[in-house]
């Protein structure tokens, strides 16, 4: 069957802005309006139910304008939480951290856009099994630090040179992400798939720069850190 309406540039930009919107404004909320003895609850219930809501969708798929705008708005409660406990240590974090990525993002669509970078079978499974990859030792990372201070230091501030190093990593990987983000999306509108799909597309963005940000705001903090 013919999709009713065929999926356009401006769908997945509309909807992107308003998935941004929504989390700037859940965000928001959860900085100025959620008390500290709060933030740590907050963040974890954003976090969980954004994780939740993000494995049934990646899975699945689907997504549609309720599962979207809902992840969004849990995230941005997170990301609210969090952002506000690195600005409270490192006055002026949260916005280099936001103009790092609005830079890093722009400059990732200049070089796709002029195909500096082409995306190509090779690359997607390169960027796939390196995403997977700092997923695991994040996840290796974590249970060592149930046994271990710091784990095997890869978020340890007290090891710099591990952490800077690793996120640094992560950023470049998140950023190669962002390229196959978009060349996703062009190919879906070339193909003239549903504009349904578009809430997919805008989802998947959106978690790909929530990443790059959460890697750069790291970033910052331990060259902050070390700086001291």
């Known amino acids: 069957m013919a999709p009713s309406r065929y999926l356009t540039i401006d769908d997945v930009v509309t909807r992107s802005l308003v998935l941004l919107g929504t989390l700037l ?62 600005n409270r240590q490192w006055p002026g974090i949260v916005v280099q951290a936001v103009t790092g990525t609005i830079m890093v993002a722009g400059g990732v669509l200049v070089v796709y856009k002029t195909g500096a970078v082409r995306v190509t079978p090779k690359f997607t499974k390169i960027v796939f099994a390196s995403t997977l990859g700092v997923a695991g030792l994040m996840l290796v990372n974590l249970v060592a630090g ?67 940000y959460l890697e750069i705001l790291r970033l910052l903090s331990y060259l902050t850190g070390r700086n001291d």
């Open 25 to 86: 404004v859940a965000a928001g909320f959860a900085w100025f309006a959620v008390p500290d003895s709060a933030v740590g609850l907050t963040v974890g219930v954003g976090f969980i139910g954004a994780l939740g809501l993000g494995l049934y969708m990646g899975f699945s798929g689907k997504a549609n304008a309720g599962t979207a705008v809902a992840y969004a708005a849990l995230e941005g409660l997170a990301l609210g939480g969090i952002s506000e406990l690195f």
């Open 146 to 212: 149930f046994f271990t201070p710091g784990g095997l230091g890869l978020r340890d501030a007290q090891s710099p040179v591990i952490a800077i190093g690793f996120s640094l990593l992560c950023i470049v990987i998140a950023a190669s992400n962002l390229i196959i983000d978009f060349d996703m999306i062009e190919q879906s509108v070339r193909r003239g798939v549903d504009e349904k799909v578009g809430w997919y597309l805008s989802w998947g963005l959106l978690v790909t720069l929530v990443w790059l």
